[in-house]
């Protein structure tokens, strides 16, 4: 069966640090990835998805940026955290190319960030 | 902009009773719509959804409505019960070259008390 794991849960950084974010999915190849932000009020927002290696659409300007060293990994990251970049952020998978496009997306636990 | 709209965004239903929350789209190139349930410290998980080309979709105590001419569907949850307490997402995507992603409401938070 198909997981998805993503570390770490929680997290408290300092303005201006870095963040790194990793999201792994077992069980499926070629999978459509995706970085999704919660914020109170604001439901789920869309921040990147890839559909393949070392490809990445990003939605929303901002000062993050993710990666997909490998075909299920998919890392978020950012080189200097802003108190606006605290909130919940989730990563998700469904099935890729060639497969039904209305295939379930999956949701890991997520990392709770909070920046002080 | 937000391009599905949900509302309430938090319901109080007593034990027992029905929980009916709405979400309106624009984009008419949707065609998948999905609701998704979370538990506090969660990720969303998949409940319960729907293709345009149907009115309807029940599952268990979980119902899809669907009216394609409004731009419209909605959930309802007969039977409420203290364990459907959380943060349910209504959703749409359509079949595009954005990687399928979802487009998400901003969330109702339903209370079913005892």
């Known amino acids: 069966s198909q997981t998805i794991h993503q570390w770490p849960a929680t997290l408290v950084q300092p303005v201006g640090s870095p963040l790194s974010l990793e999201c792994t999915v077992e069980?499926?190849?070629?999978?459509?990835l995706y970085w999704y932000r919660q914020a109170a009020g604001r439901g789920l927002q869309l921040l990147f998805y890839?559909?393949?290696?070392?490809?990445i659409s990003s939605e929303v300007p901002q000062n993050l940026s993710a990666s997909r060293p490998q075909d299920r990994q998919f890392i978020l990251s950012s080189k200097k955290l802003l108190l606006s970049d605290s909130g919940f952020y989730l990563c998700a998978w469904r099935s890729g190319p060639g497969k039904s496009y209305n295939s379930p997306l999956h949701f890991g636990n997520g990392t709770r960030l909070t920046v002080t | 902009q937000q391009q599905v709209k949900q509302s309430p965004q938090s319901l109080i239903v007593q034990k027992g009773g029905i929980s009916i929350i709405n979400c309106a789209y624009e984009?008419?190139?949707?065609?998948?719509f999905p609701w998704y349930q979370q538990f506090p410290g969660k990720g969303p998980a998949l409940l319960i959804a729907?293709?345009?080309?149907?009115s309807e979709k029940k599952e268990g105590r979980f119902t899809i409505s669907f009216n394609k001419s409004a731009k419209q569907f909605s959930l309802h949850i007969m039977d409420s019960q203290p364990g459907d307490s959380a943060t349910y997402f209504c959703a749409a995507s359509r079949n595009s070259n954005s990687g399928y992603a979802l487009n998400f409401g901003k969330g109702t938070s339903l209370l079913v008390t005892p």
């Open positions: 729907i293709r345009p080309d149907v």
């Open positions: 890839s559909v393949g290696i070392g490809q």
């Open positions: 069980g499926t190849s070629n999978p459509n």
């Open positions: 984009n008419t190139a949707f065609d998948y």
